[in-house]
């Protein structure tokens, strides 16, 4: 039954990730993105993880698929996307990287061997009950400096994203480096 | 009945993969962004995947950092975007030539 379940995600997962790439509509894409990101948590529940299930929703579903569709919805992209010229460059890199991939885990000495030989033999202990709970408490004693080098990160972020975002000082009065060019030429 | 480690490991490969193809392969400069989001996900499964396999917890605070830094990575990438589509009207990569040799 769990098997079952995890084909289901897996397959899910991988069918939309696909879509994500192969999409022209970046807003096709951006959707797509959501339906995978909704069965990652599902997978995370399925590994225990429920806190971290419903921080994926949250902040991947509910702030960043918003930002992303509010700037597809923004800039009003005309649909002329077609894939980048270098693609013969990229298929260069992609299929060694395809080839070591099935190499790696046809050969058995990839992830095969870490289940065969049994290299790290997982401790018994059952996980924690109270999933947010015990994520809180490692959370706030063993990684409590990272956590304040993650708020200094995001306060930096929002400054940054502020002084990207906004017009330049005295741009309503003379007219933007696109209207110059243009009455140049 | 629960499922080997070996899994989770070829599905984040899988998805990890299809992200590289992504950023290299689109013009879009969203579409690329999104790509990186999809190579987020896929070191995410392998962290809760691994948290589950030791019975440790390190990995599931690892992965609340990735999204601290997904989400600091999405507010910056989009501005620049929105700087960008500002000064040359256009988001499509092949455009930005400008530090090109």
New interface residues.
């Given amino acids: 039954?769990?098997?079952l379940i995890?084909v289901y995600f897996?397959g899910m997962?991988?069918a939309t990730?696909?879509l994500?790439?192969a999409l022209k509509n970046?807003v096709y894409?951006?959707l797509s993105?959501l339906v995978?990101?909704f069965h990652?948590a599902g997978?995370?529940v399925t590994?225990?993880?429920e806190?971290?299930a419903a921080?994926?929703i949250i902040?991947?579903a509910g702030?960043?698929l918003v930002?992303?569709l509010f700037?597809?919805m923004?800039?009003n992209?005309k649909q002329d996307?077609?894939?980048?010229?270098?693609?013969r460059?990229?298929g260069f890199?992609?299929v060694p990287?395809?080839i070591e991939?099935i190499v790696l885990?046809s050969s058995g000495r990839g992830?095969?061997a870490?289940?065969t030989q049994a290299m790290?033999v997982?401790?018994?202990?059952?996980?924690?009950s109270d999933?947010t709970l015990?994520?809180g408490q490692?959370?706030f004693s063993?990684?409590l400096f990272?956590f304040e080098v993650?708020s200094l990160?995001?306060l930096?972020?929002?400054i940054?994203?502020?002084v990207?975002?906004k017009?330049e000082i005295g741009e309503q009065d003379n007219p933007?480096?696109?209207v110059q060019t243009k009455a140049a030429e | 009945?629960?499922?080997?480690?070996?899994?989770y490991?070829?599905?984040s490969?899988?998805?990890f993969?299809?992200?590289?193809?992504?950023v290299?392969?689109?013009?879009?400069i969203?579409?690329i962004?999104?790509?990186v989001?999809?190579m987020l996900?896929a070191t995410?499964?392998n962290f809760?995947?691994f948290?589950?396999?030791?019975?440790d917890?390190?990995g599931?605070?690892f992965?609340?950092?990735a999204?601290?830094?997904?989400?600091?990575?999405?507010?910056?990438g989009?501005?620049?975007?929105?700087?960008l589509?500002?000064?040359?009207?256009t988001?499509?990569?092949?455009e930005f030539n400008l530090l090109k040799w």
């Fill in positions: 039954m769990s098997q995890f897996a997962i991988v990730s696909i994500v790439v970046p894409s951006a993105l995978m990101f990652v997978l995370f590994l225990h993880a806190f971290l921080v994926q902040v991947y702030a960043i930002l992303y700037v597809v923004i800039l992209v996307d077609r894939y980048h010229s270098q693609w460059i990229a890199v992609c990287l395809l991939a885990l992830a095969r870490i289940d790290f997982p401790s018994q202990e059952a996980i924690a999933n015990a994520i490692t959370l063993t990684y990272p993650a990160v995001l930096v972020a929002m940054g994203a502020i990207l975002a017009p933007g480096p696109l | 009945m629960t499922i080997p480690i070996s899994y490991l070829i599905l490969g899988i998805v993969l299809t992200g590289i193809a992504g290299l392969i689109r013009r879009n969203i579409a962004l999104l790509s989001e999809l996900n995410n499964i809760v995947a948290s589950d396999y030791f019975r917890l390190g599931q605070v992965v609340f950092f999204l601290t830094v997904a989400a600091a990575e999405v507010a910056v989009l501005a620049i975007i929105i700087a589509h500002r000064s040359r009207s988001i499509n990569i092949e």
